[in-house]
C-alpha cells in the first residue's frame, strides 16, 4: 500500500526535480504549469452572507494552491459582485502563489442584489479583454440565487469570444436553467450544484480536475453523440502517414492498423501532450498480438530515454504494468498479475483500459474491471523528450502487432461511459441479449 508522504517532503521533492529539470535541460508540464488566464467572479450579494463568503475564499484559495502562478504560467482574477461588480484582483498582477493567496484571503465582502449579467460582462471588459496573453481562458461564476439582470446574451457573447464558462449554483435558490444558459456545454461537464457552502468543498478536486483539462487537453474527440476531451494517440503520432496496412476487425465496424517492424511511430512529446496530462484520465486501447516477448504498447521518454509512463505487455509472465511519475523516488511500477490479464496472450482482439486518478490505477479488459492498484503522488512529465507506441521494452525496434484504438480521455468520466463494441463478438452477444428479451 502507498504510504503517505508530508505536504513538506512533497514541497522538497518537487523543488528538487524542479532544480534538476532546469540543469538537464527538461521540460515538465503539468496542470501546475499550463499556461491559462482564469477568472473567479464570486457572488458577493446579502443572500450568501459573511460567513459564508468566508467560506468561498477558503475554497478559492485551495483551488488556486494547485496553479504555479506567474506570466509564463496560470494567471488568476477574482471579480465579487452584488447590485454592481468589483475587480478584486485583476489578472496578470501577482508572480507567485503567495502573493495571490493573501490577496484573496484579504477580499472584503460586499453585501447586496444579484446582478450576474453585468459581472460576467464586466470580467470581459475589463479582465479577458485586457489580456494580451492568447491561450485558454476560463471563467468560473459561482452564485447562490437568481440574477436580477439577463444573463443568457452575456454568456453567449462570452463563449463567442472562446471565453469558457463554469456555473456553480449553491443552495435551493438557483434556477437550472440560468445556470445552463451561463455555463458552456454539455451542462454535465460545466455545471455543478451543491446544497449549501460548506458542500463546495466536496467538489474542490472536481473543479480542479475540470479547470486542468480545459488547459492541458485542446483537443476533441468524436464519441457517441458527444465530443470528449482528450488526445487521439494515433492521430498524434501519425499512424495513417505512417503505416499502410489497414484491417478490417471481423463482425463490426472498426478498422484497424497492421503495425510493421519497418515502422517508427515516434514523436516528440511536446508535438502530442504540449502541456503534459491532467491528474486523472482514461487510456484505453484495442489491439491484437503474438509476440511473447516484453513490449511497451505505449511509452513516454524523458530526453535521456528514461521511462515516465508506459504500458507494458510483460509476455514472459503474463501480465501488464503501468508505469508513472512519483514524488517519492521519480518512477513507479505497477504490475496486474491477475489470472484474467492471460487473456490478452490469446492472440485474439482485446481492449486495454486503464482509470487512472490522483490515488489510484485501475485496470479494465474488455469491459469487465480486473483490478484496482494504490498510486503514490505524481508528477507532471517531462515533455522534451520522445512519445511512442509499440516498442520493445529499452529497445528502439517496433513490435509487429495490430492497432485499432489507442486514446486518453481527460475525463475520468469517459470510464462509465466507455464500450468495447469494437472487439469482435461483442456487437452479436448484444444481438442475442435483445432477441432473448
Known amino acids: 500500500m502507498a504510504q503517505p508522504i508530508t505536504f513538506f517532503q512533497i514541497l522538497l521533492i518537487l523543488l528538487l526535480h524542479d532544480y534538476i529539470s532546469a540543469e538537464d535541460g527538461e521540460t515538465r508540464a503539468s496542470c501546475r504549469t499550463a499556461p491559462a488566464d482564469l477568472v473567479f467572479i464570486l457572488d458577493g450579494s446579502y443572500s450568501v452572507g459573511p460567513e459564508n463568503f468566508e467560506i468561498i475564499k477558503s475554497w478559492l484559495v485551495n483551488i488556486t494552491r494547485n496553479f504555479d502562478i506567474g506570466p509564463k504560467f496560470i494567471q488568476v482574477g477574482v471579480v465579487q459582485y452584488s447590485d454592481y461588480p468589483v475587480l478584486e484582483i485583476p489578472l496578470g498582477t501577482h508572480e507567485s502563489t503567495e502573493n495571490l493567496i493573501r490577496e484573496m484571503e484579504s477580499i472584503h465582502y460586499l453585501g447586496g442584489n444579484t446582478r450576474t449579467g453585468r459581472a460576467i460582462q464586466f470580467a470581459f471588459d475589463h479582465l479577458f479583454a485586457k489580456s494580451s496573453r492568447f491561450l485558454t481562458k476560463i471563467a468560473v461564476v459561482l452564485t447562490d440565487g437568481k440574477s436580477q439582470d439577463e444573463v443568457k446574451d452575456v454568456a453567449a457573447e462570452?463563449?463567442?469570444?472562446?471565453?469558457?464558462?463554469?456555473?456553480?449554483?449553491?443552495?435551493?435558490?438557483?434556477?437550472?436553467?440560468?445556470?445552463?444558459?451561463?455555463?458552456?456545454?454539455?451542462?454535465?461537464?460545466?455545471?455543478?450544484?451543491?446544497?449549501?457552502?460548506?458542500?463546495?468543498?466536496?467538489?474542490?478536486?472536481?473543479?480542479?480536475?475540470?479547470?486542468?483539462?480545459?488547459?492541458?487537453?485542446?483537443?476533441?474527440?468524436?464519441?457517441?453523440?458527444?465530443?470528449?476531451?482528450?488526445?487521439?494517440?494515433?492521430?498524434?503520432?501519425?499512424?495513417?502517414?505512417?503505416?499502410?496496412?489497414?484491417?478490417?476487425?471481423?463482425?463490426?465496424?472498426?478498422?484497424?492498423?497492421e503495425v510493421t517492424s519497418r515502422v517508427d511511430l515516434s514523436e516528440l512529446t511536446r508535438n502530442v501532450f504540449p502541456e503534459g496530462l491532467p491528474p486523472s484520465y482514461v487510456f484505453v486501447s484495442t489491439q491484437r498480438f503474438k509476440v511473447k516477448k516484453t513490449w511497451d504498447l505505449w511509452r513516454v521518454l524523458s530526453l535521456d530515454k528514461r521511462p515516465q509512463i508506459a504500458v507494458t505487455i510483460n509476455g514472459e509472465e503474463k501480465t501488464l504494468s503501468f508505469t508513472t511519475t512519483s514524488l517519492i523516488n521519480g518512477t513507479q511500477v505497477i504490475t496486474f498479475a491477475s489470472p484474467h490479464v492471460k487473456t490478452l496472450f490469446d492472440e485474439g482482439w482485446h481492449q486495454i483500459r486503464l482509470l487512472v486518478t490522483e490515488d489510484f490505477v485501475t485496470l479494465y479488459i474488455d469491459g469487465q474491471e480486473i483490478e484496482m492498484k494504490p498510486l503514490h503522488p505524481v508528477l507532471g512529465i517531462y515533455i522534451s523528450g520522445l512519445t511512442q507506441i509499440g516498442k520493445y521494452s529499452g529497445k528502439e525496434e517496433t513490435v509487429q502487432f495490430d492497432i485499432q484504438k489507442l486514446r486518453i480521455y481527460c475525463d475520468p468520466e469517459q470510464n462509465k461511459r466507455e464500450t468495447v463494441c469494437e472487439i469482435p463478438g461483442f456487437v452479436s452477444m448484444v444481438d442475442e441479449l435483445l432477441r432473448t428479451t
Do not use: H, M, W
Not at 195 to 219: F, G, H, W
Open 158 to 257: 462570452a463563449r463567442k469570444n472562446k471565453i469558457t464558462l463554469f456555473a456553480i449554483g449553491v443552495g435551493s435558490e438557483i434556477e437550472e436553467d440560468e445556470l445552463k444558459a451561463i455555463a458552456n456545454r454539455p451542462s454535465s461537464t460545466y455545471v455543478f450544484y451543491v446544497e449549501d457552502y460548506i458542500a463546495i468543498s466536496r467538489i474542490k478536486e472536481v473543479i480542479k480536475q475540470k479547470l486542468c483539462e480545459e488547459s492541458v487537453c485542446p483537443t476533441r474527440i468524436p464519441v457517441a453523440a458527444r465530443d470528449e476531451k482528450g488526445f487521439d494517440i494515433l492521430v498524434g503520432l501519425g499512424v495513417k502517414k505512417k503505416v499502410k496496412k489497414r484491417i478490417q476487425i471481423p463482425t463490426t465496424n472498426a478498422k484497424a492498423y
